[in-house]
C-alpha cells in the first residue's frame, strides 16, 4: 500500500474517531446529579431534615409518575411548546431586521440605537404589569412576553455580526459590482451568519425561560408546563414543585441540545478551529 493510501486511511480513521468522539455520550456530566440524588436520599431516609419541606426522592418519582399518566400533562407540554416557538419565531424575525438595519444604516444607528438599549436594560419582568393591563392574562399578552424576550439577544447578534464584516470583503463586493441587495444576501448575512445563529440560540433559550414565567405569572387557563410549579405551590404539594422543575429543566435541555446541533450542522462551511 502506498504511503498515499496510508496517510488517507490514517486520516479518514482520525476523523471517525473524532466523530465518535463529538457524539458518544459522556457519562461524567451524571456524576453531579447522582451524587445530589444519593445525598438527598440519605439526609431524607435519616431524618436529618424536615421531610414536609424536602421531601424524599421517592415521593417526587410517585408524583411524577402520577402526573405522566395524566394526559393534561403532555397537553400542558403541547401548549408551551407552541407559546414558545409561536413568541420565539416573531422575537427572532424582529430581531433579525432590526439587529441588521441598525448594523448596516448609520442613520438607523443614530435614530434606533439609543431607544433599543435604553429599552433593554428594563427587565423582562417589568413588563408583565403593563402588558397585563392593555391586553389581558391570555395567550396574547404570553406570546407577546416570550417575543420580547427573544428580541433582544438575536438583535445584539445579528449587530455584533453585521458590524463585524470586514472593509476588505465589501471593497470586494463593490468591485465586483454588487447591488445593495446582493451585498446584504451574498456578503453580510453570510459573514454574519455564526453571531446570528449565537444569537437565535440564546434567544430560544430565553423564549423559554419567559414561556415558564408567562405560564407562572400570567395565570388564566391553568394549561402549560408552567403552571404545574403554580399548582404546587398553591396546593404546597412538594412532590409536585420539584417535578415540574425536573420537566422543565428537561425540556430546556432538549431545546439547547437542538438548537446547538442546528447551529453546527448550519455552521459547517466553517473552517475547523485548530
Do not use: C
Request: charged letters at 10%.
Amino acid at each position: 500500500m502506498s504511503d498515499t493510501a496510508s496517510a488517507s486511511i490514517s486520516s479518514a480513521d482520525t476523523a471517525s474517531a473524532t466523530s465518535d468522539s463529538k457524539t458518544a455520550f459522556d457519562w461524567r456530566g451524571l456524576v453531579l446529579p447522582i451524587a445530589f440524588v444519593i445525598v438527598w436520599y440519605a439526609v431524607t431516609a435519616l431524618n436529618l431534615v424536615n421531610t414536609k419541606l424536602i421531601v424524599p426522592p421517592a415521593g417526587v418519582v410517585a408524583q411524577g409518575l402520577k402526573e405522566l399518566a395524566n394526559g393534561s400533562f403532555y397537553l400542558g407540554i403541547g401548549l408551551s411548546l407552541w407559546r414558545d416557538l409561536s413568541g420565539f419565531t416573531l422575537g427572532a424575525l424582529a430581531g433579525i431586521a432590526v439587529g441588521a438595519l441598525i448594523g448596516v444604516s448609520h442613520l438607523a444607528d443614530k435614530v434606533i440605537g439609543p431607544t433599543f438599549h435604553t429599552a433593554r436594560q428594563i427587565s423582562l419582568f417589568a413588563w408583565l404589569p403593563l402588558l397585563s393591563a392593555l391586553v389581558g392574562t391570555g395567550e396574547l399578552s404570553k406570546i407577546i412576553f416570550i417575543s420580547f424576550s427573544a428580541f433582544y439577544p438575536v438583535v445584539l447578534g445579528t449587530l455584533e455580526g453585521v458590524r463585524g464584516v470586514s472593509r476588505a470583503h465589501a471593497e470586494v463586493a463593490r468591485v465586483y459590482g454588487f447591488t445593495p441587495a446582493q451585498v446584504f444576501f451574498r456578503l453580510i448575512l453570510p459573514a454574519a451568519s455564526p453571531q446570528i445563529l449565537a444569537g437565535l440560540r440564546l434567544g430560544l433559550i430565553y423564549a423559554w425561560l419567559a414561556t415558564i414565567g408567562a405560564e407562572y405569572l400570567l395565570v388564566n387557563d391553568g394549561q402549560g408546563i408552567g403552571n404545574i410549579v403554580f399548582k404546587g405551590r398553591m396546593a404546597f404539594n412538594v412532590e409536585l414543585i420539584i417535578f415540574g422543575l425536573l420537566a422543565i429543566g428537561l425540556v430546556g435541555n432538549v431545546f439547547n441540545r437542538i438548537a446547538a446541533a442546528g447551529e453546527n450542522r448550519l455552521l459547517r462551511w466553517r473552517a475547523p478551529a485548530r
